[in-house]
Nanobody, 129 residues
Framework: QVQLVESGGGLVQAGGSLRLSCAASGRTFSSYAMGWFRQAPGKEREFVAAINWRGDSTSYADSMKGRFTISRDNAKNMMYLQMDSLKPDDTAVYYC??????????????????????WGQGTQVTVSS
């Protein structure tokens, strides 16, 4: 059973940076596309960023472009989200997710939460003004 565990959240001032990590375990196949989502209080969960299984193709929600960077290290079964120029509106619980893909689906990226199979428990990010 795949398990995803996020870490790296915390309290940061506006304009600051945080780096979130997502550790994966229990995988029985080699190719998983991954993504980050977030959910603020009283709001629906929203897409943040996605990365293909090989780690050489990414996509971002418009409001995160230029500020957030998604990356992964398959050798370590890790995914990361570097968040710079943080704003109070970025305050949310951040979740990592993955889904198995075929190895030929090299460039597949997924931005809808119902396209993912496995989820972490989330990590809180709070940005103060």
């Amino acid at each position: 059973q795949v398990q995803l565990v996020e870490s790296g959240g915390g309290l940061v001032q506006a304009g600051g940076s945080l780096r979130l990590s997502c550790a994966a375990s229990g995988r029985t196949f080699s190719s998983y596309a991954m993504g980050w989502f977030r959910q603020a209080p009283g709001k629906e969960r929203e897409f943040v960023a996605a990365i293909n299984w090989r780690g050489d193709s990414t996509s971002y929600a418009d409001s995160m472009k230029g500020r957030f960077t998604i990356s992964r290290d398959n050798a370590k079964n890790m995914m990361y989200l570097q968040m710079d120029s943080l704003k109070p509106d970025d305050t949310a619980v951040y979740y990592c997710a993955d889904r198995r893909v075929l190895t030929i689906q090299v460039r597949n990226l997924y931005s809808r939460d119902n396209e993912y199979d496995n989820w972490g428990q989330g990590t809180q990010v709070t940005v103060s003004s």
